[in-house]
Nanobody, 124 residues
Framework: QVQLVESGGGLVQAGGSLRLSCATS????????MGWFRQAPGKEREFVAA????????YYTDSVKGRFTISRDNAKNTVYLQMNSLKPEDTAAYYC?????????????????WGQGTQVTVSS
């Protein structure tokens, strides 16, 4: 069982920044592709960003390109989501996910493990 723990969410004004972290104790973290998804009230969980195990390949949904950056530190078993120029429409619970086998994916069902989520609220 792989446990993922997100942190870094909070309340921020539009235009501000937050950095989300997702930590795991899994020894083979460096082999996992990682993703960030978000879910706003009344909406389905949607893809935000994904990162290959090596960190060489990244993917973003169009609405966050140029504002969000996904990265990882395999020595710390942690993946990050740096969020800049935040907008009210970015308000959601943010979840990190791990894919044990295979590359980074934008598809939710491709991921094997999920964190509990961290809330991001952007005020206008």
């Amino acid at each position: 069982q792989v446990q993922l723990v997100e942190s870094g969410g909070g309340l921020v004004q539009a235009g501000g920044s937050l950095r989300l972290s997702c930590a795991t104790s899994a020894r083979t973290f460096s082999n996992y592709a990682m993703g960030w998804f978000r879910q706003a009230p009344g909406k389905e969980r949607e893809f935000v960003a994904a990162l290959s195990s090596s960190g060489d390949s990244t993917y973003y949904t169009d609405s966050v390109k140029g504002r969000f950056t996904i990265s990882r530190d395999n020595a710390k078993n942690t993946v990050y989501l740096q969020m800049n120029s935040l907008k009210p429409e970015d308000t959601a619970a943010y979840y990190c996910a791990a894919r044990i086998r295979g590359g980074a994916s934008m598809i939710r069902r491709m991921y094997d493990y999920w964190g509990q989520g961290t809330q991001v609220t952007v005020s206008s």
